[in-house]
């Protein structure tokens, strides 16, 4: 995510109800990707477990764990591509990359996920966060 101390008008607070459309939404791309049909689910933390555990339900795919478990097929899923040095290290970590799907994307973003569903023009605040615990996922999205 950007900088805490961009300007309110800024940001976009996005809701529940934009969430519950856009997993639905999401899921529905997974299912149709051709190329890579996953058998499990890693969310990346913080941001990316409220994802897995709603793709899983909505997909019927068992969430991993640990990174430990990530296999080629695994589905990695995140909140938000924002610069991208997450997945990227995450991929340097596995020594392979996997398929990766967020709800947001940002131009510019070192790693450009296969699936996302947005692209982010502001400051994105979850309503699974909040203004201020948003920041501590400020440099590693």
Request: charge should be neutral.
């Amino acid at each position: 995510m950007a900088n805490t101390t961009e300007p309110a008008a800024d940001k976009e607070h996005y809701s529940w109800d934009q969430y519950q459309a856009d997993i639905v939404m999401l899921a529905g791309r997974i299912s149709e990707n051709r190329q890579s049909q996953p058998a499990a689910i890693y969310g990346i933390p913080r941001g990316g477990l409220v994802l897995a555990v709603s793709l899983s339900h909505l997909l019927g795919l068992p969430m991993v764990l640990s990174r430990a478990e990530i296999k080629p097929n695994t589905l990695v899923v995140d909140d938000i591509a924002d610069t991208g040095a997450t997945l990227k290290k995450l991929c340097e970590q596995l020594g392979f990359r996997p398929t990766m799907a967020t709800l947001y994307y940002r131009d510019g973003s070192v790693l450009r996920p296969d699936l996302f569903v947005r692209t982010r023009t502001k400051w994105i605040v979850f309503p699974w966060e909040t203004e201020v615990s948003s920041k501590y996922d400020g440099t590693t999205s």
